[in-house]
């Protein structure tokens, strides 16, 4: 279970993380999580390349080795980079002293000032000291593209109810997400467009 946009409650209990951004124009914010692999994230850049807009990519750091030409073309691109731990670790699942040096394994390769907890799951002793180091963003629309039960359709449908000035919206370069990124990625860009939305960069 999960919820598109979260609730008031949870922003409050994580009050040190980034959820929005500013809401005075009509900018929202593309960012991808889980990468990078060769199966999705080349049809990601090649999609924003065409659009013109740059986006965050929250990297795991086993992709990033095992990828290392697609991060580098990342970089190239203009595009920002976040880091996502080096083993996609549930916060929640370790003790803070593991989870952080797996952070620190994914800084080596990362480099960066923006840290996304995978699932979103952190305790708050590891918020406590990533947050010296860190902008922590999480997000104000999930699209649900990692949802195998969920339609693409469906997927298209959440980002169009919920997205609002100011949006953080998460998507995923990752197997699971393949059928309902491709679907709903280009259909949104061209959208928020038209109704005269920019694509900012976090």
Same mark, same amino acid.
């Given at each position: 279970?999960?919820?598109?946009?979260?609730?008031?409650?949870?922003?409050?209990? $994580?009050?040190?993380?980034?959820?929005?951004?500013?809401?005075?124009?009509?900018?929202?914010?593309?960012?991808?999580?889980?990468?990078?692999?060769?199966?999705?994230?080349?049809? +990601?850049?090649?999609?924003?390349?065409?659009?013109?807009?740059?986006?965050?990519?929250?990297? +795991?750091?086993?992709?990033?080795?095992?990828?290392?030409?697609?991060?580098?073309?990342?970089?190239?691109?203009?595009?920002?980079?976040?880091?996502?731990?080096?083993?996609?670790? =549930?916060?929640?699942?370790?003790?803070?002293?593991?989870?952080?040096?797996?952070?620190?394994?994914?800084?080596?390769?990362?480099?960066?000032?923006?840290?996304?907890?995978? $699932?979103?799951?952190?305790?708050?002793?590891?918020?406590?000291?990533?947050?010296?180091?860190?902008? *922590?963003?999480?997000?104000?629309?999930?699209?649900?593209?990692?949802?195998?039960?969920?339609?693409?359709?469906?997927?298209?449908?959440? +980002?169009?109810? $919920?997205?609002?000035?100011?949006?953080?919206?998460?998507?995923?370069?990752?197997? =699971?997400?393949?059928?309902? *990124?491709?679907?709903?990625?280009?259909?949104?860009?061209?959208?928020?467009?038209?109704?005269? $939305?920019?694509?900012? *960069?976090?």
């Amino acid at each position: 279970m999960y919820w598109v946009r979260p609730p008031s409650f949870l922003k409050w209990y $994580y009050r040190d993380m980034t959820w929005r951004k500013s809401r005075s124009d009509k900018t929202i914010y593309l960012t991808f999580d889980d990468g990078p692999i060769p199966e999705l994230t080349p049809f +990601v850049l090649d999609i924003l390349k065409k659009h013109g807009i740059k986006a965050t990519f929250f990297c +795991v750091g086993e992709n990033i080795q095992k990828h290392s030409d697609l991060f580098r073309r990342l970089s190239a691109e203009g595009h920002r980079i976040g880091n996502h731990t080096y083993h996609h670790l =549930k916060g929640w699942d370790y003790d803070t002293k593991s989870y952080i040096e797996d952070v620190k394994k994914c800084q080596e390769l990362t480099q960066t000032s923006l840290f996304r907890p995978p $699932y979103g799951k952190i305790k708050k002793s590891q918020i406590k000291i990533l947050k010296e180091d860190f902008e *922590l963003i999480m997000w104000d629309v999930l699209s649900g593209d990692f949802d195998t039960s969920l339609a693409p359709a469906s997927c298209y449908d959440n +980002v169009i109810k $919920y997205t609002r000035p100011g949006s953080i919206l998460v998507f995923h370069d990752n197997l =699971k997400a393949i059928s309902r *990124l491709k679907h709903t990625l280009p259909r949104i860009i061209e959208h928020f467009k038209a109704q005269g $939305y920019t694509f900012g *960069l976090l």
